[in-house]
């Protein structure tokens, strides 16, 4: 199992998801491979632990895990597909078409 650490928070990747264990509860971003394309479809912070940054770091480690692999991502979730908005030096890493694509 790999893990990230950024912004303070350890990120562990599983298949088909990375988690953030903070205070007992689980932050987590949901992917899909298909093929070389990393489909980021689902982030959820409980609202507890919301406005800490948690979520970027689930997408940041998503981020580096595809880039380590040399895969692309598709930001299917609203989320990440904001992240990249904000990242312009991701675009790089960004898949189009598919279900989700802008």
Not at 92 to 101: D, E, I, N, P, T
């Given at each position: 199992?790999?893990?990230?650490?950024?912004?303070?928070?350890?990120?562990?990747h599983q298949p088909g998801?990375?988690?953030?264990?903070?205070?007992?509860?689980?932050?987590?971003?949901v992917y899909?491979?298909?093929g070389d394309v990393l489909d980021l479809v689902h982030t959820f912070?409980?609202?507890?632990l919301r406005g800490r940054?948690?979520?970027?770091?689930?997408?940041?480690?998503?981020?580096?895990?595809?880039q380590a692999e040399r895969l692309k991502i598709r930001p299917t979730c609203s989320y990440?597909?904001?992240y990249f908005a904000l990242h312009p030096e991701l675009a790089?890493?960004?898949?189009?078409?598919?279900?989700?694509?802008t």
């Open positions: 199992m790999r893990q990230w650490t950024i912004v303070d928070v350890v990120v562990e998801r990375f988690v953030a264990r903070i205070d007992g509860e689980d932050a987590v971003l899909e491979r298909d912070t409980p609202p507890r940054n948690i979520a970027a770091a689930l997408t940041a480690a998503a981020v580096a895990y595809a990440t597909d904001a790089a890493l960004r898949a189009f078409g598919g279900a989700g694509s």
